[in-house]
């Protein structure tokens, strides 16, 4: 992937470079603004969605809700409810915490990757734009 970057890079003329490079400052996200939002507001899934990333975002919220409707459900549920029934409920939302706690760290160790990543992405898509343009 290097190589082809660097090989549509130098198709580029030095005003498309500026162009690009001008573009890809705009588009620059903080990695210091993510963990931020990834400390203050990480349990909604808000540095995913300051990254650009939806369905990500809207998955915590989503396991967080869920693993606690499904426990709480196993915790309140009659005396009459079958064991069973009650147990698996409860273990569905413990593992529905235990994913969204996964995810949680995750985004703690790998967020400066995500933002690397996220840059080449944006890079290898304006790179494409503009070969194609100027051929």
Known sequence: MKHNELA???????RDITI??????????????SYLLWLFLGWLGVHQLYLGRMLRAALYPLLLLGGYVFSLSAVFAPATAEAEAVGGTFIIGAFMFAAYGLLILWDMITLPR???????????????TMTQTAS
Do not use: F, G, P
């Open 8 to 14: 549509m890079q130098r198709a580029l003329s030095e």
């Open 20 to 33: 690009l490079n001008a573009e890809l400052d705009r588009q620059k996200k903080s990695v210091a603004v």
């Open 114 to 128: 995500q933002h690397a990543k996220r840059e080449t992405r944006i890079k290898m898509r304006l790179l494409k």
